[in-house]
Nanobody, 119 residues
Framework: QVQLVESGGGLVQAGGSLRLSCAAS????????MGWYHQGPENQRELVAD???????NYADSVKGRFTISRDNGKNTVYLQMNGLKPEDTGNYYC?????????????WGQGTQVTVSS
């Protein structure tokens, strides 16, 4: 019943910007962590940034100072503002939400949105 729908990907030139959005729907525990993951040509899904329902953030070293994650708890939506894009940022970006209830871990993923950065 939980769904995550990403949007905002596209083709941009190096140095450009994109703003990704992920809207979550369904029964999601209010205390949770939402994040963005990048999957490049190597097919390794790596954490880009995440944010707790309380607003605490975490970033991969490669995007610090360039990307900003934020969320709207009322809308169950997480955003990723991507500035100073580089060709190596190219890939699929997946939205994730995770939480724990009664000792059980819940983990949901979106379908992904493609980002292509040209030289």
């Amino acid at each position: 019943q939980v769904q995550l729908v990403e949007s905002g990907g596209g083709l941009v030139q190096a140095g450009g910007s994109l703003r990704l959005s992920c809207a979550a729907s369904g029964s999601i525990f209010s205390i949770n962590i939402m994040g963005w993951y990048h999957q490049g040509p190597e097919n390794q899904r790596e954490l880009v940034a995440d944010i707790t329902s309380g607003g605490s953030t975490n970033y991969a070293d490669s995007v610090k100072g360039r990307f900003t994650i934020s969320r709207d708890n009322g809308k169950n939506t997480v955003y990723l503002q991507m500035n100073g894009l580089k060709p190596e940022d190219t890939g699929n970006y997946y939205c994730n939400v995770r939480y724990r209830v009664y000792g059980l871990e819940y983990d949901y993923w979106g379908q992904g949105t493609q980002v292509t950065v040209s030289s």
